[in-house]
């Protein structure tokens, strides 16, 4: 018989105490000792064992604080972060300055994007209205994949619908990894601080409410550069290192002294995922943009005349400086506007539809109205068939090519 495991937890006030049962035909016996808890708002009579079975995803919310008792065999996901963060947060209240800027790094699939979203969660909780910005142009979790993103987020994340997309900033990228143009990368993510750093300037509740940033896994090399410039940018106060204790000793040693570093454990409940896993992830994306998860969405299929359109792609292929023109830098060519001529190539890509009237060298600075995708494309009459989430016609815009393909079978 195994032995049942006693763990005791001190929880300081307003922390929480999350578990998962995993093991199969496993109980785990939860006692408050002392002090006062409760469970998805209600509250726990101190003294009485509360018991749960297989698949109990748990969280134990403590205002005041106190002391419980596990019996069993449990994952424990413990996070004291929130509080830390909390108090900053009363503190910026106090001195009317700007609420703690955190960013969470680590390797894939370590549960970054599931801290994102607890920290955001407790932080609503708490009556805050933090802003969250999503800098993982693999998954996309704001927007679609190959952008980035910012929302303020005003009420917890529901199970099903994750957080409310109401009017996020959005930025084209259109690659699944920043490596493949970091010069642009870099570029709209110093734009999407700024906007930031400017909207919190006028919204005193986002600004002392602070910032949680989600990033890539791509911590080596030139990705190593990239979150360093990432923090720089978003001047970050805390970042909270998972499951990499290289990364946290590289970053101990190279952020300015007032930035606090923080090594977290992964949570228990994460699992690898596989490239083909991560792709089907991007493809689940992209169709709840146009389809909706739990609320069908109904979008638009229409014909679209190649003379109608004004399709670019941001960055020219990287050439030698001698080859460049005059006075021109080889990064600049990466933030350049391409034209793209419709035709079959583009079946199936996403097109990335940009608020700039113009297509001058600011298009990479606007942020998105929208997606469409081109789902035919028929080279006799020169038109080609988007799938689009407002009917016609197109706004007369530039559209901007994403790497990213998506094949609608509905």
């Not at 896993?277 to 689940?284: F, K, L, N």
């Amino acid at each position: 018989m195994t032995e049942v495991q006693l763990q005791e937890f001190k929880l300081e006030p307003n922390s929480e105490l999350r578990f998962e049962v995993e093991s199969k035909n496993e109980k785990v016996v939860l006692e408050v000792k002392s002090g006062y808890a409760e469970l998805f708002g209600t509250e726990l009579v101190k003294g009485k064992p509360y018991e749960f079975h297989t698949g109990a995803k748990v969280a134990v919310f403590t205002w005041h604080g106190c002391i419980v008792e596990l019996r069993g065999r449990t994952e424990v996901i413990y996070l004291n972060v929130h509080a830390a963060l909390e108090q900053q947060r009363v503190a910026a209240e106090q001195e009317n300055t700007r609420g703690p800027v955190t960013m969470i790094v680590g390797p894939g699939d370590v549960g970054k994007s599931t801290l994102t979203r607890l920290l955001l969660n407790y932080a609503v909780r708490m009556g805050r209205r933090p802003i969250y910005v999503d800098l993982d142009v693999g998954q996309g979790h704001i927007s679609v994949p190959g952008t980035i993103g910012a929302l303020l987020v005003e009420r917890p994340a529901s199970i099903e619908e994750g957080f409310s997309q109401q009017a996020p900033l959005v930025y084209h990228f259109g690659h699944k990894s920043p490596e493949e143009n970091i010069e642009l990368y870099n570029t709209i993510v110093s734009r999407l601080a700024e906007v930031i750093a400017e909207r919190c300037e006028n919204n005193k509740k986002a600004s002392t409410s602070g910032v949680i940033i989600n990033t890539c896994g791509w911590i080596k090399g030139a990705g190593y550069k990239v979150l360093t410039h990432a923090a720089q940018a978003f001047e970050v106060d805390v970042i909270l290192v998972l499951d990499n204790e290289r990364l946290y000793n590289e970053l101990k040693r190279d952020m300015p002294k007032f930035v606090k570093v923080v090594y977290l454990p992964k949570s228990g409940g994460v699992a690898e995922r596989s490239p083909a896993q991560r792709a089907e992830g991007r493809d689940a994306r992209i169709r709840e943009y146009f389809y909706g998860r739990r609320t069908p969405y109904y979008p638009h299929s229409f014909d679209v005349k190649y003379s109608d359109l004004k399709i670019y792609k941001v960055g020219a292929p990287s050439l030698p400086d001698s080859c460049m023109p005059l006075g021109m830098r080889a990064e600049e060519a990466l933030t350049k506007l391409v034209g793209v001529s419709p035709g079959p190539a583009l079946q199936h890509r996403l097109l990335a539809v940009s608020f700039a009237a113009e297509p001058d060298d600011q298009v990479p600075h606007c942020n998105l109205a929208g997606f469409v995708c081109v789902t035919a494309v028929d080279p006799e009459r020169q038109t080609m068939t988007i799938l689009s989430p407002q009917p016609r016609p197109l706004p007369t815009t530039v559209l901007l090519l994403s790497e990213l393909q998506y094949m609608d079978n509905h």
